[in-house]
């Protein structure tokens, strides 16, 4: 066997390879066997170029390749259905046909020299010699192979899933690559002696082989452990330390120095020094392949024993979760699913990395496939594992949650036979798979953080009692405080109903009894007057005499008015089913205040709606919002030559009747409005008011079934509008 033989021994060795993984740990499925169909006919093809750089007879070495050529005529129309297979493509299928009617019509002629005319020698060994119909073989071969690169680049290209990309690019640089270095073999066949580049097919075959391993390619479930990876790598460091021995033994079997003491002792300080580095940086090199960027599974293990024994806040423990999974799998995303309150759901915690799609839930139902499956095998739930388990019962379904959720793996969290909840995570960053090494560590991280949960959940049931119990107790000591202050505000409103109470009775009395004086009074003067127009007619008495008496009589007439007014506005009973008259309350509390602002520079314009109707009250409850109101009014004008316009109206569509006071006024602070009505509040000084007067005529309204409100009236000032029904 000379150099040259070593590559197309290499890519033999490949393809057998490749075809013993296909037999004894491929699937049962269509894609698997055309897999292995390629694997054995390159073996055939190999088989036949080994043995023809190898032979010395020309008659034994074309007997051979017109043999196999009889069966790898089949290699390219398999090639295509391999990859329609693979890449799920239905339609098309007139291409296979065309293609395996196309190997058959070859294959009839791969026996006679039209096919391979003969064998011709070159440097490194006899080749075939192709015939008048084999550039047709070629052809074909080119065509599937440029048509196989573009099918591979389409779906590079359009595939959104990482891990998915990563094998269609293995597999592009593997398979793909090799077709293309089988296809460049033409030249050679066709005479001209270049060393088929098609020999050299094992370098994109490893790098198949590379991607079959790290990406389980043909779902051969077969992924490389770091265990298996270290212990091939130090066999075949001990096999080429045997093999440099066994040369060195060879070569220096003749010197003297071989049979020195001093040899064995130079040569095991050069195995040493030679040795341990190149087996350090070949580790780093296959760990810079395999495990770029991997986790350190005893600092992961330890971190998150720390982060169960030191954080108990619900809040931080979820958030430290979620990111000590996203960080140690360098996953796009990762989320967290807790147990709701009402226990039928579970309800999105915390999500690290990505965002979940619009139309990803943030709640997830407890009755769900992927939930009862946790409940029942109580391990993660592996998506690449489930595709290879569509035969079982809720599979498909739990597979479908699992499209759902965007989950590669979800991590059950199990505390005391109960799922509390579930972890999901993407794909990884790097586009590998999970490993059994990963599944491993994460059936660890799952088990420590469904305590790590229970443990702030259960704190947090302790610290919401606590708080619970501080809240009521405030709520009890602020109820506390509240009655006491509305006992006190009772008792000094209710100090104050009867000083007021008296005060009306002293009024009453007080009026009645200067009623009768009065009333004789006017009596007699109104007798005088008349005595007074029948005198003597000759002698009539004095005129200014007659007007004096008149005006007195007019001056009691008032008096008596004002006394009356006093008496309606006094009464004490409590009854509210009285006709008043709105136009009379209004006037009879205007003319009980005359004397407060009569001799003040002010106007008050009076505009009362004739035949208002009568409301259903009491004439005193009202004269007192009247007198309140007014009072305020003439208050807030005194000192600014202002006017108060008082007016009543009948609101039709309401049917109610409207008593409106006015003011030029100052007006009443935006910031204050809402205050006005409250109980005992005043912006007058201390003394000079106690903040009851709007507050009471608001609950007279009330009680009347009327409003009484602050309107934003049209310039400076106030107006204040009282709302009362009408009697019916």
Known sequence: MTFYSIPPLLTLICFLALAALAIFRGPRTRTNFLFLTICVLGSFLYFDILFAFNVESVEAALFISRTDHFFIVYLFPVYVHFFHAYLNISGRKWLI??????????????????????????????????????????????FVTLYVLMLIHQAIQQEKS???????????????????????????????????????????????????????????????????????????????????????????????????????????????????????NVQNFVDGIFYKGKYDYQKTIKHVSQM????????????LLVDTVADTMLVDHCALFLSGISGKKFVNFAVRGKQMNSDQPLTWRENSALVRWMQTHRQPVVKNNLKKKTLKAMSPDVLSDMEALDAEIALPLLFEETLNGFIVLGEKRSGDLFIQEDVDLLETLSSQSALAIENARSYKVIDDLNKDL??????????????????????EQLIRSESLAAIGQLVAGVAHELNNPLTSATSLVQSAIEDMDQWDRKNPPDEDLIDDLKFVDRELVRARSIVSSLLGLSRQTQTYLESVSINSVVKDALRVMHNQYKHCDLKIVENYAPELPDIQGNFANLGQVALNIIHNAIQAVMDMKGTVFLSTQFDTHANQVVFSCKDTGPGIPVSIRKDIFKPFFTTKAVGDGTGLGLYICHEIVRKHGGTLKLEDPDGPGALFEVRLPAAG
Request: glycine residues 8%; positive net charge.
């Open 97 to 142: 046909k065309a293609a395996y009617v196309y190997s058959f019509i070859l294959m009839c002629f791969t026996p006679t020299p039209f096919y391979i005319a003969s064998m011709q020698k070159h440097y490194f060994g006899y080749f075939a010699r192709g015939g008048p119909l084999y550039p047709f073989f070629g052809l074909a071969g080119l």
């Open 308 to 319: 169960v024994v030191s954080v108990l806040d619900f809040d931080a423990i979820a958030k």
């Open 470 to 491: 501080e809240k009521k107790v405030e709520e009890r000591t602020r109820a506390l405080k509240e009655a006491l202050f509305e006992k006190e505000r009772t008792q």
């Open 162 to 280: 990482s891990s998915h990309k990563n094998r269609l690019k293995y597999l592009f640089a593997g398979f793909g690559i090799m077709g293309l270095m089988n296809g460049m073999n033409v030249f050679t066949i066709q005479g001209y002696s270049v060393y088929p580049p098609g020999n050299l097919s094992f370098i994109p075959l490893i790098v198949f082989a590379v991607g079959l391993f790290k990406h389980d390619l043909l779902d051969m479930g077969i992924l490389i452990r770091k265990s298996l990876i270290y212990s091939i790598l130090t066999a075949f460091l001990t096999c080429l330390y045997a093999l440099l021995i066994i040369v060195a033994d060879t070569v220096f079997k003749g010197f003297h120095l071989s049979n020195s003491m001093y040899f064995p002792i130079f040569f095991f300080i050069l195995i040493a020094f030679v040795f341990g580095p190149l087996k350090s």
